[in-house]
């Protein structure tokens, strides 16, 4: 990959959407990670209006360092980047307060996980109207069109994704060419939904490596029978997954009347 001639393809791309669409700048949730540390930087090399903000919901210490470490880095680099702060653990614990009591508390365990990513998107657009932003969204090709691993209408409700087109590993090599700050380049990928130290790769039992990997094979043509041990294991991994969040990348069924019943 030509990685600097990626980084301006990727600036000019977000600075020519939102001049087209008549807005004034982006706004991107920062969360410690590397996905939106680069969609970031990258809407910050457009020169226009970047609002950063950080909405933690019971969040892991490390995260919340990396990123205000992360925003600290593009203020010093960027004059256009703003920075807000929303503090969603009181909204998030009253609304699990409203909610009816469950028999087990770990049956909501995934709910409340995606409540959490729905109630930051609420807040992103809170600040998108206001100020005539566009809503930059951070999935990479894994997740957004591989295993479906984002919140329907969370992270995965935005106006425009910059590096939906890029594997993991690809986004870390456009970080390396930014100059992102080592904490976040070294730290394990964490979606941040659940208030403790799991990593994604102890939610979906592989790592991103491997999954690209199982992604080219299913891209290929294989089926789990071409193989064996730990290869076996991740493409059904993939393949489960794949299946389970397909709703996530499909457009929204509807439901065709008939012209004759109209």
Same mark, same amino acid.
């Given at each position: 990959?030509?990685?600097?001639?990626?980084?301006?393809?990727?600036?000019?791309?977000?600075?020519?959407?939102?001049?087209?669409?008549?807005? $004034?700048?982006?706004?991107?949730?920062?969360?410690?990670?590397?996905?939106?540390?680069?969609?970031?930087?990258?809407?910050?090399?457009?020169?226009?209006?970047?609002?950063?903000?950080?909405?933690?919901?019971?969040?892991?210490?490390?995260?919340?360092?990396?990123?205000?470490?992360? !925003?600290?880095?593009?203020? $010093? #680099?960027?004059? #256009?980047?703003?920075?807000?702060?929303?503090? @969603?653990?009181? &909204? %998030?614990?009253?609304?699990?307060?409203? @909610?009816?009591?469950?028999?087990?508390?770990?049956?909501?365990?995934?709910?409340?996980?995606? /409540?959490?990513?729905?109630?930051?998107?609420?807040?992103?657009?809170?600040?998108?109207?206001?100020?005539?932003? @566009?809503?930059?969204?951070?999935?990479?090709?894994?997740?957004? %069109?591989? !295993?479906? %691993?984002?919140? $329907?209408?969370?992270?995965?409700?935005?106006?425009?994704?910059?590096?939906?087109?890029?594997?993991? /590993?690809?986004?870390?090599?456009?970080?390396?060419?930014?100059? &992102?700050?080592?904490?976040?380049?070294?730290?394990?990928?964490?979606?941040?939904?659940?208030?403790?130290?799991?990593?994604?790769?102890?939610?979906?039992?592989?790592?991103?490596?491997?999954?690209?990997?199982?992604?080219?094979?299913?891209?290929?043509?294989?089926?789990?029978?071409?193989?064996?041990?730990?290869?076996?294991?991740?493409?059904?991994?993939?393949?489960?997954?794949?299946?389970? #969040?397909?709703?996530?990348?499909?457009?929204?069924? &509807?439901?065709? &009347?008939?012209?004759?019943? $109209?």
């Amino acid at each position: 990959m030509q990685t600097k001639k990626v980084v301006d393809h990727i600036t000019d791309w977000l600075r020519s959407y939102a001049e087209q669409a008549g807005m $004034k700048g982006f706004v991107i949730g920062v969360s410690g990670g590397i996905d939106s540390a680069v969609t970031s930087t990258l809407c910050a090399r457009t020169g226009l209006d970047l609002l950063c903000v950080e909405m933690p919901i019971h969040q892991g210490e490390n995260q919340v360092t990396r990123a205000d470490d992360h !925003i600290n880095w593009l203020q $010093k #680099n960027f004059p #256009n980047v703003r920075r807000q702060k929303v503090e @969603l653990t009181p &909204i %998030f614990d009253e609304l699990v307060d409203a @909610l009816p009591d469950v028999e087990k508390e770990e049956d909501r365990f995934m709910s409340l996980a995606n /409540t959490r990513a729905r109630l930051r998107m609420t807040t992103l657009y809170y600040f998108a109207a206001l100020e005539k932003y @566009l809503v930059a969204g951070t999935g990479n090709k894994v997740e957004d %069109f591989g !295993i479906g %691993f984002f919140t $329907k209408y969370g992270d995965g409700g935005v106006d425009l994704s910059p590096i939906a087109d890029l594997l993991k /590993t690809e986004v870390y090599a456009l970080g390396e060419e930014l100059g &992102i700050i080592e904490s976040i380049m070294t730290a394990a990928p964490t979606d941040g939904l659940w208030g403790d130290d799991r990593t994604d790769e102890d939610q979906i039992g592989a790592s991103y490596p491997e999954l690209e990997w199982a992604m080219r094979m299913k891209d290929e043509g294989k089926n789990s029978s071409d193989f064996s041990g730990r290869e076996k294991e991740v493409f059904l991994i993939f393949n489960r997954f794949h299946s389970a #969040n397909k709703h996530k990348m499909v457009p929204i069924p &509807i439901c065709k &009347i008939p012209d004759e019943l $109209k």
